[in-house]
């Protein structure tokens, strides 16, 4: 892959492979056999329409879900055989959610240890060293002491992504981290996770923001109905796009005022 003056982030970053994945809830068929790989160091956008999947597709590769079928290896672990230590499997894989979930009653710094104490035992001199290092990297080091309410969303969402950077993940999983934030804040938390592409993290990113996509993915999965419809470098699926319900999409999240016709 690029990015070749990383300053290494991700001490190993891991390849994902998504191998005929099937997932249904009920008799409502999510994901319809997705097989998607992801390279170490790589940064793949999945965009699509609401309800195609997208979600559910990040919720099983971090094993929040159990899919009926198919397979997922990340780096060469199976996540999907059902004899896996699933801990050590979430142990790898940052996650960041569009809602920062961050705990409301512990400071800045206490969000960024916790975890690195419970599950990492890591001590507690350790654990604060490494979540002071992250708050720096997402520039938010002199909030170490305040409280989550104390912060803008684009700001907690900085402290979200920090906290999963304190865990030395191999990959780290994004689900629409922007589409809850005032739009003056959207580019900080961009800016961020440019430069943790930059740096060599895996990243399989959920994303309505077409420009970061096309800058910064080195590829775009697009999704539509629980299939993946069209994929490719980023530079083809958005500027170029093959498919007609490709086409239909972009142009609604491209020119989001204008009033469109429903199809039939
Ligand atoms: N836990 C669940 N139980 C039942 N249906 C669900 C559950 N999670 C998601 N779904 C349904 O699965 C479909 C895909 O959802 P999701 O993966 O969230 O899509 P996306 O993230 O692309 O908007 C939707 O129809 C949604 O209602
Ligand atoms: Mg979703």
Redesign the pocket.
Known sequence: MKKSTATATAAHPASVTIDGLHKS??S?D?LKGISLDVQPGEVVCLI??????????L?CVNLL?TPQRGRIQIGDVEVTDPDVDIDAVRRRVGMVFQQFNLFPNMSVLKNLTVAQRKVLGRSESAARQTALHNLERVGLADKADSAPAQLSGGQQQRVAIARALSMDPELMLF??PTSALDPETVGDVLSIMRDLAKEGMTMLV?THEMAFARDVADRVVF?DG?VVVEEGLARDVIGAPQHQRTQTFLSRVLNPTQVHTPES
């Open positions: 809830y009920g409502l999510v699509g329409p609401s309800g195609s999947g997208k979600s559910t597709l919720r879900e689900d629409e959920v999704m629980g």
